[in-house]
């Protein structure tokens, strides 16, 4: 090891250097994005994962009371009445439809279009209900993940942090939510355009037959909220399902990393230098590439080990013997932690999949007919804004099946990382630690909708497929 003596020395001597000696607009951009890596490594753990979206959509949704915690019976009662207010308004809109279909029904087929316009409402009355219902396992939820989730990965030569999949997660949300909001507008606004430039009536989504002021305003008012309120709880039911998924996939990214790390991990803890490590296993960083979804693991020292951090720690060692059973006891503590991690993430995957389970069914069966019939409703008169409609539910449901494929294949890349994790430094005890965390993951972690059908994309096809057999049974009925 005696090559590398000048260079550790070097390091050693740098590493008490404050990162703001010089001007941080002085330093050319990749100084400036390592000096960013560092500061990322160095934040603390965020305390609510939550926070990833404006909790207001959440709100306006009714998934979620104004008050979290009622401090007194005024705001129980304001969240009793919003509750109310929400539900009013969307059984109102339901029941005027299912009254208009009953005096205006002549067959199935012609009133195809009243009944694709109760799908959504019904399933955003059964999913505000069902979120309602179950207030306490979402509140059981956010606790989970508030107190079991990592910020930081464990200390090793590659570290990582939750920060990017935060960040993901809450730009999607602010994302999802507002493209909902412009495809319910153009779907409520655009009839009321052509209304006012051709006079002629509105369409029949309106369900009453008023042209007079100031009815028809009224009317109006009232479709837009629910068509507003609709968006927001079919949107924010997308975002609830992807947030989660993506912050899953970013504790397993911390999972994978830890795990690669774990032979590091117990040398660090025994005082190794960590540029000796840096000096002598670069390579690391070619198994890691492509095998985080969202994070990025960056070769810098860490403060953290998991989300401890680390006071009066003096790495001193630049020689070292990694196949030395000295490491042994240090490799099975960092190996243990690990499994906890797992442990924390499998156990959170399966709560997640307890309550949103029966909400994906209905979500999977309520997109299967709704595209069959948008379909039927544009191939029979050709309108711009049933074919964005159709776009806008396809898109939907690949959402859903887009990251639930991405947890399935992160949870893979864990008994990727065990077998890079130089396990054959390790004596027999070590090894065997980590072949039951090897283990875990033989199996598929699946999101499934139902608890039956798996949520990846080749579900998506057969939902595309099945909608497409659905359409063709309805212009095969409709010829006869």
């Known amino acids: 090891m005696d090559h590398y003596t000048t260079s550790l020395q070097k390091a050693r001597n740098c590493r008490f250097i404050s990162l703001f000696e010089f001007p941080v607009k002085n330093l050319k951009f990749s100084q400036r994005k390592l000096i960013k890596a560092k500061l990322n490594m160095e934040k603390e753990k965020i305390q609510n994962y939550h926070d990833y979206a404006d909790i207001i959509p959440f709100k306006l949704s009714a998934f979620l009371p104004w008050y979290i915690k009622p401090r007194n ?20 809109l339901l029941v005027t439809l299912l009254v208009n279909l009953y005096v205006d029904w002549i067959d199935f087929m012609s009133c195809l279009n009243q009944i694709a316009d109760g799908l959504p409402l019904v399933v955003s009355i059964v999913v505000v209900v069902y979120f309602a219902y179950y207030e306490k396992e ?3 939820l956010q606790s989970f993940m508030r107190d079991n989730f990592k910020y930081h990965s464990a200390r090793g030569i590659t570290n990582t942090t939750m920060l990017n999949s935060y960040k993901v997660a809450r730009n999607f949300a602010r994302f999802y939510t507002a493209c909902c909001l412009f495809s319910v507008t153009m779907y409520t606004f655009i009839p009321m355009i052509v209304h006012l430039w051709t006079k002629l009536p509105p369409q029949q989504w309106v369900y009453v037959e008023v042209t007079r002021f100031p009815y028809i305003q009224i009317i109006f008012l009232r479709q ?34 830890s795990v690669r790390n774990a032979r590091y991990t117990a040398l660090l803890q025994h005082g190794v230098l960590h540029a000796a490590l840096v000096a002598a296993y670069a390579d690391i960083r070619d198994d890691e590439r492509h095998n985080y979804t969202y994070n990025i693991a960056e070769m810098k020292d860490s403060v953290y080990h998991y989300d401890k951090k680390m006071v009066n720690f003096i790495d001193t060692k630049t020689e070292f013997d990694i196949y030395s059973r000295d490491f042994d006891q240090q490799t ?7 499994a ?10 399966d709560m997640f999949e307890h309550f949103i389970s029966p909400v994906l069914a209905l979500r999977v069966i309520h997109v ?4 069959c019939m948008l379909m039927y409703s544009a191939s029979v008169k050709f309108d711009m804004v049933t074919v964005e409609y159709v776009a806008a539910v396809a898109f939907d449901i690949f959402i859903y099946c887009y990251y639930g494929n991405q947890i399935i ?6 008994s990727t990382a065990v077998y890079q994790s130089a396990w054959h430094t390790m004596g027999p005890s070590p090894r065997k630690y980590l072949l039951h965390i090897m283990l875990s993951y033989k199996r598929p972690a699946n999101l499934r909708a139902g608890r039956f059908l798996t949520m990846h994309l080749e579900t998506f ?11 063709m049974l309805l212009v095969n009925v409709n010829d006869k």
């Open 138 to 140: 979402m509140a059981q």
């Open 224 to 257: 837009c909220l629910v068509q507003a309120l609709v968006g927001l709880i079919i949107g924010q039911l997308g975002v609830f399902f992807a947030t989660n998924s993506i912050l899953l996939c970013g504790q397993l990214d911390l999972v994978c990393c």
């Open 340 to 349: 906890r991690l797992c442990q924390a993430v499998a156990k959170y995957k």
């Open 409 to 414: 294949i992160q949870a893979d890349r864990v």
């Open 73 to 92: 019976e005024y705001e129980m009662i304001f969240n009793n009445v919003y509750l109310g207010f929400v539900l009013f308004i969307l059984i109102n």
């Open 332 to 338: 099975i503590e960092a190996i243990r932690e690990c």
């Open 461 to 471: 096809v057969s939902i595309m497929r099945t909608s497409f057999s659905y359409y």
């Open 368 to 371: 299967t007919l709704y595209l």
